[in-house]
């Protein structure tokens, strides 16, 4: 499958931060592999018009087409903008917004139903891992975040674990390993074959210095990438991974 590197930048990025697209490109002048960068809601249009080859993602959306939902956006105006994917259910809007799995799924609707790519991210807290709890967790979220009518155009899910957010520890291959292929397993239950086309992104503190090992495991179809998507050159060497 054609992996995905998808940067996220958060609240991060000022005007003129497009200009670190043209780096990207020209460090990665023919990527073998799909390449999304996800800035913060204002610097979308510049980001837009900086970029052509690189697709442009917004980092949520409302379940709504539109209506009384002071300060949110709705997936149909970001469609109509350009933006072609959605982060949707990460672990800090999870935490600091209070979204549940079942708000995360009326919003991966939303987002399909505009036309964009929902990137559903689902990740255990390190108590769950401690308790043995890691796949549980993580499965109980795939199924209620994810609505049907999954294709593989509409849907990415991104598992990251809490705890290997932001933080500099990375999950190891076996754990990342495991998760994956019960994802995968997942998938194919609930979607029969489509679920086979669904790319699995692993988030958690991806760098150069250990996406290839990471893009090596089995069913991990790309990353999800915080921190690392910031800066021109260590995006561009997860990217260079990600191309094989
Ligand atoms: C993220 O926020 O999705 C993420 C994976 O962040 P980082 O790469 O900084 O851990």
């Not at 990137?119 to 891992?129: K, T, Y």
């Not at 760098?207 to 910031?230: C, H, T, Y």
Request: net charge negative; hydrophobic share 50%.
């Amino acid at each position: 499958m054609r992996k995905l590197a998808a940067g996220n930048w958060k609240m991060n990025g000022a005007p003129g931060s497009e200009a670190m697209l043209a780096d990207l490109a020209a460090a990665v002048p023919q990527p073998g592999c799909d390449v999304l960068i996800c800035p913060p809601f204002p610097l979308i249009p510049a980001f837009l018009a900086a970029a052509p080859g690189i697709g442009i993602g917004a980092q949520d959306c409302h379940w709504a087409d539109a209506g009384a939902h002071t300060g949110d956006v709705s997936a149909h105006l970001l469609a109509a903008l350009g933006v072609s994917a959605v982060i949707l259910g990460h672990s800090e809007r999870r935490a600091d917004h209070g979204e549940t799995s079942a708000l995360v799924a009326a919003k991966t609707t939303a987002a399909q139903a505009a036309g964009l790519t929902a990137i559903v991210c689902i990740g255990e807290r390190e108590e769950d891992r401690d308790a043995g709890q890691a796949l549980s967790v993580v499965d109980r979220q795939l199924w209620d975040s994810v609505p049907e009518g999954a294709t593989g155009e509409n849907l990415v899910i991104a598992y990251e674990p809490v705890w290997a957010i932001g933080t500099g520890r990375t999950a190891t291959a076996a754990q990342i390993g495991e998760v994956h292929a019960a994802s995968r397993a997942a998938l194919v239950t609930r979607f029969g074959a489509v679920g086979r086309t669904v790319r699995i992104l692993y988030g958690g503190s991806v760098k150069p210095s250990n996406a290839a090992e990471i893009f090596a495991v089995d069913d991990v179809d790309g990353a999800l990438v915080g921190g690392a998507s910031l800066k021109a050159a260590d995006f561009a060497g997860i990217v260079a991974a990600a191309a094989g």
